[in-house]
């Protein structure tokens, strides 16, 4: 099997990994899930992190053929628009990001122009679809349960999982957002670790429990063998009933809120406002007074 060349970049702000991959053979590329840094105390998007991925690419002498997202990001906003547009790439995700668009739509009270047919992509990928890296093949597996339009892209020997798999000692990604899946996520990465046993297998993001290094890539061997949630034995109630459990018990991440807003425009911005003005909004969850204190 063909093996690309693969380079993560880590951006500490959100643990967020992306990915430049290449056929050495002919140095086409793709990157995947690239950042677009936001402060929101200031409100301000900075391309720096997409910015030195698309450096080294220029420093290889690649050819970026495509920019490419796992899935509609919540905890970080993407820079997958303003890379495509600087590298003159298409953008691709997968096609059930719609179902993603409807529901985000609807908590944000989107304009009523906002289309929620994922057409705000160049590429909508459906499960099994291929394009061409150079001389390397890119398969598409929809892998939905962390939210519904998540893919994993194989690309020869590896395979860029999103957030399905985290490393083996940090397990499986949260199916709590809106349109996520516990059962969903459980066969989904049934399938990913069907795939040969030395596919090597990268994530979206490292958390370094214990404070451990950095570490992004497992095998599908080792994550069968020992991965927290999701190793060889453990059956699907099994791993429904931990994943709710676990879910209860997670915060929002902390930049969902203008990530969503920004995302689901394929990281474009909302329409101004009468006063020429661009917003992004806050959706109140309104507690009630306790009894008596009013």
């Known amino acids: 099997m063909t093996t690309p060349t693969v380079e993560g970049f880590y951006d500490t702000d959100t643990n967020t990994l992306t990915y430049l991959v290449h056929d050495p053979a002919t140095r086409d590329a793709v990157i995947i899930d690239p950042v677009m840094a936001f402060d929101p105390v200031t409100v301000q998007l900075d391309p720096k992190p997409a910015m030195v991925v698309m450096h080294r690419a220029r420093v290889l002498g690649l050819r970026v053929v495509m920019v490419l997202e796992t899935h509609l990001h919540a905890d970080h906003v993407s820079a997958a628009p303003w890379v495509g547009t600087a590298l003159d790439a298409p953008v691709g995700i997968g096609a059930g990001v719609s179902r993603s668009q409807k529901i985000f739509a609807d908590l944000f009270d989107a304009e009523p122009e906002f289309r929620t047919d994922g057409s705000q992509f160049d590429r909508l990928f459906e499960d099994g679809e291929t394009f061409q890296m150079g001389e390397i093949t890119v398969r598409i597996m929809a892998t939905p349960g962390h939210t519904p339009g998540c893919v994993t892209y194989v690309i020869g020997d590896a395979a860029f999982v999103g957030d399905c798999l985290f490393m083996p000692d940090f397990g499986s990604a949260r199916c709590d957002f809106p349109g996520g899946d516990a059962r969903a996520l459980y066969r989904s990465v049934s ?68 990530s969503v807003q920004l995302n689901m425009r394929a990281g474009g911005l909302p329409p101004p406002a009468a006063n020429g003005r661009r917003y992004l909004r806050l959706p109140l969850a309104v507690t009630p007074p306790p009894e008596g204190a009013i």
């Open 191 to 258: 399938r990913i670790l069907d795939l040969p046993p030395d596919t090597r297998l990268f994530t979206a993001h490292d958390y370094q429990p214990g404070g451990r290094e950095l570490r992004f890539e497992a095998s599908v061997a080792e994550q069968r063998a020992s991965n927290l949630h999701m190793r060889d034995g453990v059956d699907e109630d099994a791993f429904v009933a931990m994943r709710r459990t676990r879910d209860a018990g997670l915060s929002t991440p902390r930049l969902m809120l203008p």
